[in-house]
T-cell receptor, first 111, second 113 residues
Framework: GENVEQHPSTLSVQEGDSAVIKCTYSDSASNYFPWYKQELGKRPQLIID?????GEKKDQRIAVTLNKTAKHFSLHITETQPEDSAVYFC??????????FGQGTRLTINP | GAGVSQSPSNKVTEKGKDVELRCDPI?????LYWYRQSLGQGLEFLIY????????KSGLPSDRFSAERTGGSVSTLTIQRTQQEDSAVYLC???????????FGQGTRLTVV
């Protein structure tokens, strides 16, 4: 079955700098790749997703890139702010099969 | 419309007792997941229901854990003979069949004393 690896497990950046979180997946047939943000004590919430027919998607300060050949995708956050501090999870799935999550990245934005 | 609803929000139980956790998915969502999250940890997959297909139970940690989904809607996760290591937040999520995007409930915080 699908396996998703996420790196790094923790990331600390200065406010205003960029943050990049990377994930690799094992099943080349996977076609849906969401990213979730989980703030302390809250539920995970979808922040951006990408499907396999596109290579990049942006939404204000966040973007996701997908390299199908290498089977990896990345989350990019620019101009980081304190409210970006959270745990971020990537995931992958294909068709109606279950979402498989990465292990999570704890992002800390230092003022 | 309402999101994914879980009940209870918090549950404290004595070791050895059985507990039932409930999840009401978003109306029309055919897929339903249960995850477990220990403090500061990731999302541990437990079970996945998709329409009328046989559920994927590959994540259930022991035979003390079981789940059912009645009428393709509400789901109940049952933990028998609870142990202290079962203490965690149990999260439910639902999605449309082929859409992929999963919406999470607020979770049930289970404490076994």
């Amino acid at each position: 079955g699908e396996n998703v690896e996420q790196h790094p497990s923790t990331l600390s950046v200065q406010e205003g700098d960029s943050a990049v979180i990377k994930c690799t997946y094992s099943d080349s047939a996977s076609n849906y790749f969401p990213w979730y943000k989980q703030e302390l004590g809250k539920r995970p919430q979808l922040i951006i997703d990408i499907r396999s027919n596109v290579g990049e998607k942006k939404d204000q300060r966040i973007a996701v890139t997908l390299n199908k050949t290498a089977k990896h995708f990345s989350l990019h956050i620019t101009e980081t702010q304190p409210e970006d501090s959270a745990v971020y999870f990537c995931a992958a799935s294909k068709g109606a099969q279950k979402l498989v999550f990465g292990q999570g990245t704890r992002l800390t934005i230092n003022p | 419309g309402a999101g994914v609803s879980q009940s209870p929000s918090n549950k404290v139980t004595e070791k050895g007792k059985d507990v039932e956790l409930r999840c009401d998915p978003i109306s029309g969502h055919t897929a339903l997941y249960w995850y477990r999250q220990s403090l500061g940890q990731g999302l541990e997959f437990l079970i996945y229901f998709q329409g009328n297909s046989a559920p994927d139970k590959s994540g259930l940690p022991s035979d003390r854990f079981s789940a059912e989904r009645t009428g393709g809607s509400v789901s109940t996760l049952t933990i028998q003979r609870t142990q202290q290591e079962d203490s965690a937040v149990y999260l439910c999520a639902s999605s449309f069949r082929d859409r992929g995007e999963a919406f999470f409930g607020q979770g049930t915080r289970l404490t076994v004393v």
